[in-house]
Nanobody, 122 residues
């Protein structure tokens, strides 16, 4: 089973940027699709972005298109989420996730990280 550890969350003003990282254990990282989800207080967890095993295909939720970029470095077993022009409504706990397929990484991941808090002040 893949173990995931997120980092890079924090407090930022509206319009600012953060880069989240997710380090994965295991030798099969390059064969998995990866995703980022978020959960705001009182709301359901929602998909934010996903990337296939090679990085050649990406998915973004409409709410983050043009502002967030997902990428991966298979040599470092790490997936990133670059978040620009952050808004207060982006405030949430962000979770990294593994999917056995690209579709699952967008909707029903197979494994989760512990989450990292992102807070955007107005």
């Amino acid at each position: 089973q893949v173990q995931l550890v997120e980092s890079g969350g924090g407090l930022v003003q509206a319009g600012g940027s953060l880069r989240l990282s997710c380090a994965a254990s295991g030798r099969s990282f390059s064969s998995y699709a990866m995703g980022w989800f978020r959960q705001a207080p009182g709301k359901v967890r929602e998909p934010v972005a996903a990337i296939n095993w090679s990085g050649g295909s990406t998915y973004y939720a409409d709410s983050v298109k043009g502002r967030f970029t997902i990428s991966r470095d298979n040599a470092k077993n790490t997936v990133y989420l670059q978040m620009n022009n952050l808004k207060p409504e982006d405030t949430a706990v962000y979770y990294c996730a593994v999917g056995l397929s690209y579709v699952r990484a967008q909707s029903r991941p197979d494994s989760w990280g512990q989450g990292t808090q992102v807070t955007v002040s107005s």
